[in-house]
Structures are given as structure tokens and as C-alpha cells.
């Protein structure tokens, strides 16, 4: 990977024909348009066609999006309370927060609407069917789990939000 960032794309080609590589298969449809005339497919996970949704910095409005089950383990008061630093200094900062529901929705949404900055920070309290799509319409992920012994990790969410290239903070836990 290292490799083919630094050596000009017409050259790294020359290396993988000699090395006997017959055929690329890649995500990034920029790999593919430094590569030529090498064979080279772009493809998504597992051969499907790649999202072609991309997240977009907006620095006027930026969002910053929580995407997870309804529990306290999450940290999403974590998340809030550090909104309010981030609202402080970039006023048009908006928070959405996407909850599965789950026993403890009812309180983090009360939570949240009790804020200092409640009509900064969206609640939506029903599942997505396109996850992606809100990603790709967010400046940064935060997931701030605390802890999280259920989740195989990466968290399928986090994965979602890097497929569209939007920027993940998390924080250092087993999951």
C-alpha cells in the first residue's frame, strides 16, 4: 500500500506485471485512473458495486453524527457534553443522533432534549434504512463508547461512515 502511494502509478504497474499480479481489485476509483492500462476493477465490498457517496466538509454548518443502539454504554452523553466544547467555538455546529431503540432511548432523548443546546442536536429515534445516506450528509462520525462487550469489532456503523469517507473519531475500547 505504502509502495503505491509514493512510485508513480505507470511504474507500480510495471512492478505488479512483474511480480506475476494479473488483475487489481480496488474500492478507490483513483487507484484504477493512476494504473492505466492495467487491469483494474473497481469494485465495493464483496464485488459489489462501489457507494459512490461521498462525505463533504461543510465548514458554514458541519454535523456531527452518532449512529448506534440507545444505550448508556454508547457514551452519548459523552458525545454531548463534548458538543458543547465543540458548539462554543463553531456556533452553526449542529449534533444528529441516530438511535435503535433499545430500553434506554426514552432517557437519552430526555437527556438531550434538556440540553443547553437542544435546538443544536437532532434526535432521530428510528432506524435508517440507509445509514450511508446520513453519513454521507455529515462532516464527522463519533462513536465514544465507554465500553462495549456485544460488538464485534470494527462496529458495523463505524465501517458504514468510512465506506463514504467520512471522518471517524472513537474512542480506545475493546470493540
Known sequence: MLASSVIPGKCFAWILARAGVCTVLTPDPRVAAELGAFPTFVVGTAGADPDVRRARFDPDEPVIVFAGRAEAVRGIDTFLEAFSIVHRDVPRARARVLLLDRP????????????????????????????????????????????????????????????????????????
Do not use: Q, W, Y
Open 104 to 175: 434506554e432511548r426514552v432517557s437519552i432523548t430526555a437527556m438531550a432534549k434538556r440540553h443547553e443546546l437542544a435546538d443544536a442536536i437532532e434526535i432521530v429515534a428510528e432506524a435508517r434504512k440507509d445509514l450511508r445516506d446520513a453519513f454521507a450528509n455529515a462532516s464527522a462520525a463519533v462513536f465514544p463508547f465507554k465500553f462495549d462487550h456485544v460488538t464485534i469489532p470494527p462496529a458495523l456503523t463505524v465501517s458504514e461512515a468510512l465506506s463514504v469517507g467520512l471522518p471517524v473519531i472513537g474512542t480506545d475500547v475493546a470493540c
